[in-house]
Every structure is written in C-alpha cells, then in structure tokens.
C-alpha cells in the first residue's frame, strides 16, 4: 500500500527511468558500427521503455482515483492499457511544451501547451512492445540466416526501423504532462546528455516542495565512454 506521496515519488522515478532508457537506447542506434547484438540491445531498451510508459500510467490511475492497489498486469503493457481503459482509469501521458511567452515583458512567464489524449498514442505504444518481443529468445539456427551479401541491407532496414520507433518515443515523451485531479503535472526529463533526474512542476497540493528520491542513476545507467552528442539532432 502506497501513500499518495509515496506514489509521485514513484511516478518521478519512473519518469527518471525512462530517460536512460531513451538515451541507452541512443547509444546503440547512433553508434558509430551497429550489429545485431546494437539493434538487439536497442530493441530490449525501447520494450522497456513501453513498460516503463504502462508503469507511469498505474501511478497516475492510483493517484487520481485514491486506488493504491490498482494492479499490474505483468510485464504485458497491453493488457495493462486494456485494464485501465475498461474500468475507466488509463491516465496516458500527454504530449506538451513548455516555452516563455514572449507577451510576458520583464516577468518570467511561461505559457505550456497540452495536446488531447490520442488513443493512437496508446496503441503505438502497445504495438512497439509487442514487436520487440523477439529479442528476449535466441534466433534459431533452423530458420533461414540473410546470406553475407544480403545482410547489411538487412541490418539497414531493422536499424531504420528501430531508429523511428525510437525517435517517435523520445519526441512524444521526453516532454510530457499528465492530469491528475484536475491538476496538470508536467514533466520534463531535462538534459539528454547525462543522467540527471527529470524536471517537474507540480500543484503544491500535490506534494509540497521539491521530489527528493534516493537514486543512484549511475547504477542503471551505461554512460560507460565518450559520445560525440552534437552528431544527435533531435
């Protein structure tokens, strides 16, 4: 049983996650060789990147409705999204933006932009999950291996693919905002180069102050050797 407190800590960190996620999988899809050992990595990533997405939406569902023991449905991120849709309690991360509004003078002000919920989101990410599912069992020998002439093309088509799904998942999440008791809580998962927590802005009736969590990024983290990140245009 968790305290609602306990719950946006646990978005927070989920949120933090997620950002490693993204930028690991980076790594392995910006390298400067690629293999399918990288596109198997990169693939693993990013099905833990959507199970990460089902994980946020649970904290949100158990904040908004004062549900602390909302379950999950495995590691099925599909059937989660089911699950909460059929009784009414999917919060799905919303696209947003945050930037000054130029009208502001010499006051700081910021004007956020929030996108409706889109059901298409949902289903991309539940198709993501679901397709990357190959990469937790071994190719089988049995089965018909591109010949050495045919293999970059392969690895081309897998890379480019991957490359998009990714993409698609940094840009849609990276900056995000979710409503939770009429409050917008937005969510910013800040500098895509190292492995700093994400920003957020919260209602002070939400959770006063600052959200402190004790977490080592470096424990999940692969920031293990130099990348050239100006070669990344997002």
Not at 10 to 32: H, N, P, T
Not at 49 to 66: G, H, R
Not at 199 to 213: A, Y
């Amino acid at each position: 049983m968790f305290s609602q407190d306990d719950l946006v800590k646990k978005y927070v960190l989920g949120a933090w996650f997620l950002k490693i996620r993204l930028i690991s999988c980076r790594r392995q899809l910006w390298a400067s060789e690629t293999s399918l050992i990288h596109l198997e990595n990169a693939a693993l990533q990013l099905r833990k990147v959507c199970e990460m997405i089902s994980y946020l939406c649970i904290a949100a569902a158990a904040i908004e409705e004062k549900d602390f023991s909302i379950p999950r449905q495995g590691f099925k991120v599909g059937a989660t999204f089911k699950h909460l849709k059929r009784t009414n309690k999917l919060v799905f991360p919303q696209f947003a933006s945050l930037t000054p509004n130029e009208d502001a003078g010499c006051k700081t002000d910021w004007h956020l932009d929030v996108a409706p919920h889109n059901a298409d989101d949902v289903e991309r990410v539940e198709l993501i999950h679901e397709l990357t599912h190959r990469v937790l069992h071994e190719f089988s020998p049995f089965r018909p291996f591109p010949v050495p002439a045919d293999a970059p093309a392969s690895i081309r088509a897998d890379l480019n693919a991957l490359r998009s799904d990714h993409q698609w998942l940094w840009n849609r999440f990276w900056q995000h905002a979710v409503t939770i008791k009429d409050t917008i809580f937005f969510v910013s998962l800040g500098d895509p180069s190292d492995s700093s927590g994400p920003h957020v802005m919260k209602h002070v009736s939400l959770l006063p102050g600052n959200v402190e969590i004790a977490f080592d990024p470096e424990y999940l983290a692969d920031f293990t050797g130099p990348v050239d990140w100006a070669q990344f245009d997002n």
